[in-house]
């Protein structure tokens, strides 16, 4: 499985910026799908993550409310929108793929098997 995340850029704080992450392979869309996202000097966060069916999504605290994670199947892509966003959101995001069953446990970076190259996104206050 190979990922390829988009969507990244400047934006002010309040604004919104939807990203993008394209899967390729066979099996792609039976992956459960996440979001992490890391600023620098900081150690790579949760944010969200969603079913391969895209029925049950999964998200901390810190983006509950602003941030929604969604897949559309039939073009292997997931998508996460971020609206809200505070200068504290600014990290280079990434998606990841996990073959591993999708609960709580998909909040750790560990249980993810694929990774795309990360898309930097930048609020300014």
């Keep these: 499985v190979q990922l390829q995340a988009s969507g990244g850029g ?6 919104s910026l939807r990203l993008s992450c ?3 392979g066979r099996t792609a869309s039976s992956y459960n799908m996440g979001w ?3 600023a620098p000097g900081k150690e790579r966060e949760f ?3 969603i079913s391969w069916r895209g ?4 998200y901390p605290d810190s983006v509950k409310g602003r941030f929604t994670i969604s897949r559309d199947t039939a073009k292997n892509t997931v998508y996460l929108q ?5 200068p504290d ?3 280079v995001y990434y998606c990841a ?18 990774w795309g190259q990360g898309t930097l996104v930048t609020v300014s206050s």
Excluded: E
Excluded at 10 to 15: D, E, H, M, P
Excluded at 82 to 86: D, R, V, W
């Design 82 to 86: 971020m609206n809200s966003l505070k």
């Design 47 to 49: 944010v969200a993550a």
């Design 97 to 114: 793929a996990s073959n591993k069953g999708f609960n709580s446990r998909l909040a750790i970076s560990d249980r993810y098997d694929y």
């Design 89 to 91: 959101d600014t990290a």
């Design 55 to 58: 029925s049950g999504t999964y």
């Design 36 to 38: 992490f996202r890391q």
């Design 22 to 24: 394209a899967a390729s």
């Design 10 to 15: 400047l934006v002010q704080a309040g604004g």
